[in-house]
T-cell receptor, first 110, second 112 residues
């Protein structure tokens, strides 16, 4: 779940390696999940989404995995590039309400 | 299309002052949201709306008010600004159902 009041956890990955960013969500009634990327000074941008009736979805260089049993979501980024440096948030939607997890700062090591 | 437009981009308020953060979307989206993001932290939901005339509280509504008189606009009102409201405010909108929310560029508010 979310750790209120703590700063963002950080993940450092070598350029070209795969990145895995994890998210624990809290609401078992959430039926739709979204990963967002936020670059410095900008608003969040959509990366990929998944509905609760799926456990995996793939996009271009990204894969989202959903484990409803343990309420866990992960984002896998293949062949990480410098442009992937950002803060990544998972968001969960129950009916109309969209709430965000704490976020993870991804840093790419050249 | 402009998407989600927020004004102003920056504002400094004195303690006790009031202001309205404007948010407009031109995508005919039903749902609109206001979030705040403190430095180095995640996004907290303040208020949201599922359509004109309907608003609901999010996780941190105290000190804020909203209205939704049209589909396009969703202003956020701060009545008595406090230093704890120093933050970046994001507005977002989405269509119904299983669709992502689109975000504005944010309003950076400092209360001194």
């Amino acid at each position: 779940g979310e750790s209120v009041g703590l700063h963002l956890p950080t993940l450092s990955v070598q350029e070209g390696d795969n990145s895995i960013i994890n998210c624990a969500y809290s609401n078992s009634a959430s039926d739709y999940f979204i990963w967002y990327k936020q670059e410095s000074g900008k608003g969040p941008q959509f990366i990929i989404d998944i509905r609760s009736n799926m456990d995996k979805r793939q996009g271009q260089r990204v894969t989202v995995l959903l484990n409803k049993t343990v309420k866990h979501l992960s984002l896998q980024i293949a062949a990480t590039q410098p442009g992937d440096s950002a803060v990544y948030f998972c968001a969960e939607k129950e009916n109309e309400k969209l709430t965000f997890g704490t976020g993870t700062r991804l840093t790419i090591i050249p | 299309n402009a998407g989600v437009t927020q004004t102003p981009k920056f504002r400094i308020l004195k303690i006790g002052q009031s202001m309205t953060l404007q948010c407009a979307q031109d995508m005919n989206h039903n749902y609109m949201y206001w979030y705040r993001q403190d430095p180095g932290m995640g996004l907290k939901l303040i208020y949201y709306s599922v359509g004109a005339g309907i608003t609901d509280k999010g996780e941190v509504p105290n000190g804020y008010n909203v209205s939704r008189s049209t589909t396009e606009d969703f202003p956020l009102r701060l009545e008595l600004a406090a230093p704890s409201q120093t933050s970046v405010y994001f507005c977002a909108s989405s269509y119904r159902g299983y669709t992502e929310a689109f975000f504005g560029q944010g309003t950076r508010l400092t209360v001194v």
